[in-house]
C-alpha cells in the first residue's frame, strides 16, 4: 500500500468514512476531524511508518508540519518517510 | 436546609449488572469472588477477585468512546444510564445548569496506566496513545457523565482510597441539601484488578488467597473487587412534584479523620464518624435497625469497626444488625461505598438484610449480629452505611425509609 493510500485509510477511519469519500482537497475539518482526532491521526500514523512527525497541537500552525489538506498531510509524510530510509 | 432524596440507582459489579440482579444475589447470598482473568495472572500470588465478567464494552459505547473510556470510566457510564432512566429526570435549562456529577474512585484509569507503563516499560515502545492522560485521570468518569446527561453545575471527583464513594456522595447530599443543586448524580467507580493493580495489593499482605470472611474469626484478609454505582440524589420537593419513585431518603453524614496512621485504622475516629452521621441525621441511636459496615475481612479493620459500633451504641449495638457484602462482591476500593449503599436501600425499601457470607466462626472481638450466611427479612427505618479509607479518612452515611 502506497504511503498516500495508507493516510488516507487512517484519515477515513477517523472520521468514519470510506477512504473514497476522502479526497485531496478535504480539509480536516470538512471531514469533521476535531483536535483530539487530529492526535489520534498522527498517532496512528506514527505507528504505521514508525516515523515521528513534528507536530504541536499547542500551535498547529507553527509546526514544521502542514495540516491544511489532506494533501499537504501526506506530501508531509512522504517526506518524512523518504528522510527515515 | 432541602431533605434530599434517592430517586434513581444504577450498578455494575462481580454479582450483576444492574441493581435487580444485585439484590436477587445478595438476597441469595450469592458470593461473586472468583479466579481471576488476567494477562500474566501467573505471576500474582493472589489469584481471586470481584471481577465482572461478560461485560461487552463494544455493544455499550461506540469505537470513539471505547478510545476514550477506561473501563472504571465505563463502569461509571453503565451504572449512571440505569440511575438517570430509573429516576426519569432529563437535564436541561435552568435544571441542567444547577445539576452535577460527583464520583468518588480511588485509582482513576489503572486499566490505563497499567497497559501503557507496560507498553513503555516492558515493551519498550516510545510513543503511547494521545488519549492516555484523558482516559487515565481520576476526574473522567465525572467528565463522561456530565458530558453524556448535560450536567453542568458543581462536578468534581473525590479520591480517598476506600471511603471515595461515601465522601463523594456526602458532598452531593451537601449540594442539594443546602440548594445549590437540585439534582446530584453521584457514586463511585473502581477498576483496579489489573496486572499492576492486584500486585500493588499483594505488596501489603492484607489479600486473602481464598475468600472473603469478614468479622470472621479464620477471616484472613481482603478481596479485590470492581465496578461502579451511581446514585440520583434529588431535592425532596422536587422530587415530589414530578411524581418521582422515591427509593430511600439521605438524613445524615459525617467525615472525621484519625489523625493518626497512614494504614491501621482508629476505633475513635470511626466512632465519631458514626455518631456524627447520627447527630447530623437527628436520629437516634436506637432508631438504627442496620448498618452496612466497611468490613473488609482484615483483622484490624473488623475489630475496630466492632469496638466502634459498639462504643457508640452501647446496649444497642446487640439489636442492630451489622453486614459486610463485600464477602460477595469484594472491595470495590473507591467504588466500594456505593455498591453498599445498594444493601442500604434494599434494607429500607424490600425489607431484606444482605447477609454477611463466608462466615464460618464467631469472633468475640466481632460480638455483634452480622447476619452471618443468611439474608434475614427485617423492617428497618433508619440505616447506616461505614467506610473508613486507608489514611484514616472516615465517612458515613445515615439513610431513612420514605
Known sequence: MSVKDKVIEIIA??????????????TLEDLGIDSLGLVESIFAIEEAFDISVPFNAN?????????????????????LVAEQS | MKRVVITGAGTINALGQNVEDTFAAMKDGRCGIGPLEMRDVDRLTIKIGGQVHGFEAEARFNRQQIALYDRFTQFALVAARQAIKQSGLEFSGEMAAKSGVVLGTSGGGMQTL???????????KNRVHPFVVPKLMNNAAASHLSMEFNLKGPSFTVATACASSN??????FQLVRTGMAPVMVTGGSESMLCFGGVKAWEGLRVMSKDACRPFSANRNGMVQGEGAGVFVFEDYDHARARGADILAEVVGFAMTSDASDIVMPSKQGAARAISGALADAKVNPEEVGYINAHGTGTAAND???????????????????????????????????AVELLACIMALREGVIAPTISYEEPDPECALDVVPNEARDAKVDVVLSNAFAFGGLNAVLALRKV
Open chain 1, 13 to 26: 477511519e477517523q472520521a468514519v468514512l470510506e477512504p473514497s469519500d476522502v479526497t485531496m482537497e478535504s
Open chain 1, 59 to 79: 500551535d498547529p500552525t507553527e509546526s514544521d508540519f502542514d495540516i491544511s489538506s489532506v494533501t499537504s498531510i501526506i506530501a508531509g509524510i512522504e517526506k
Open chain 2, 114 to 124: 497499567d497497559e501503557n507503563y507496560r507498553s513503555v516499560y516492558e515493551d519498550g
Open chain 2, 167 to 172: 465522601h463523594a456522595m456526602s458532598q452531593a
Open chain 2, 303 to 337: 475489630k475496630t469497626e466492632c469496638a466502634a459500633v459498639a462504643d457508640v451504641f452501647g446496649p444497642h449495638a446487640d439489636n442492630l444488625m451489622i453486614s459486610s457484602t463485600k464477602s460477595m462482591h469484594g472491595h470495590l476500593i473507591g467504588g466500594t461505598g
